[in-house]
């Protein structure tokens, strides 16, 4: 693995580039290096007696853990030290100035998918880095189609980076002998079609019918309209189900549902939507509300939350094309969802 090219050896190629460039890798580069100590303290799991305690709600009204609030400060005063001119992160109520005179700003999930930890199965960082515009205040209520760079980090049985500079996607592991994360994989792509999705399946009585016709479909096999058989997943940690579909394909779909504080489904836009479907898009899939391309939207509030369809693209497609129906009620309530030629491409 020394022989592998270091990110600290990419990141200074990419610097190069330009001005958003140079401050855009120092703050990459900022965040794997908080993202190392973080996963050595995820890494001591029961001996850190805390790191799995309740410590009170986060700004979006989740429950917080202490490693969530730990996390957060690591990479807050990691950042602080970077050429980063405003922050946003799921544990804070609002934007933070740092330094107005760079030209990007970071917003970040510093412990996605905390509920984990102690159960010992994969959380992570997120993170999105966005170039500010004349109004500082503006900075994240763009598109994520301004994205510069995006990333997440997933501390599991090895601690692997996803980074997308906006020219594919590659994939680092954390060399413990050297504390350095190594490029691992090159140019990752994602299956357009697939055999595999990821869904809370106990929340079916809550989805709409779209969805509903669409897991149907699933489940049905090689004798629905489908045509094959499909497993099914679901972890719980969007950081692990993204690196799934990057390493062997698949879909994931978290949507809106009748559940109250769901209506707008549940995971934010800004720093989870936003970065996770610009990675996705870069490898080659695709990332949806079901009705509108998640890089499409902007955020109106820090912690705006959206659904999340993403993966194999054709399987996203067949999505979309269901809400896009005139007739999606009638298509849920009939026997078999007859309609077979509406789920053929």
Known sequence: MSERQSLKEYLK??????ASAWHAAGAIGAIAKA???????TADGALSASAGAACGTNAGGDVQKELDVRADAIIRSALTEAH??????????????????????????????SSNIEVNMAVGTI??????????????????????????VVYGPQTSLVLTLGKGVDIFALDRADGEFKLIRRNVRIPPDTAEFAINLSNRR???????VFIDQCLAGEEGVL??????????????EAYRILTRGG????PADARAGYSDGRLRLLYEAHPIAFIIEQAGGAASTGRARILDLAADTVHQRTPLIMGASDDVRFVENLYASPEPNDRAKAPLFAHRGFFRV
């Open 35 to 41: 993202c190392i100590q973080i996963s050595y303290i």
């Open 13 to 18: 190629q990419y610097s190069q580039a330009d």
């Open 251 to 254: 879909l994931f779909l978290y």
């Open 206 to 212: 809550h989805w709409d019918p779209v969805v509903r």
């Open 227 to 240: 045509g094959k058989d499909f497993n099914m997943r679901w972890i719980g940690s969007l950081v692990a």
């Open 84 to 113: 980063v001119a405003i922050l946003a992160s799921e544990e804070a109520d609002g934007p933070q100035t740092i330094d107005p005179s760079s030209r990007i700003g970071v917003a970040f999930d510093p412990l996605d998918g």
């Open 127 to 152: 993170f999105s880095i966005v170039p500010v515009p004349d109004d500082l205040r503006r900075t994240f209520r763009q598109s994520g189609t301004a994205q510069i760079a995006a990333g997440f």
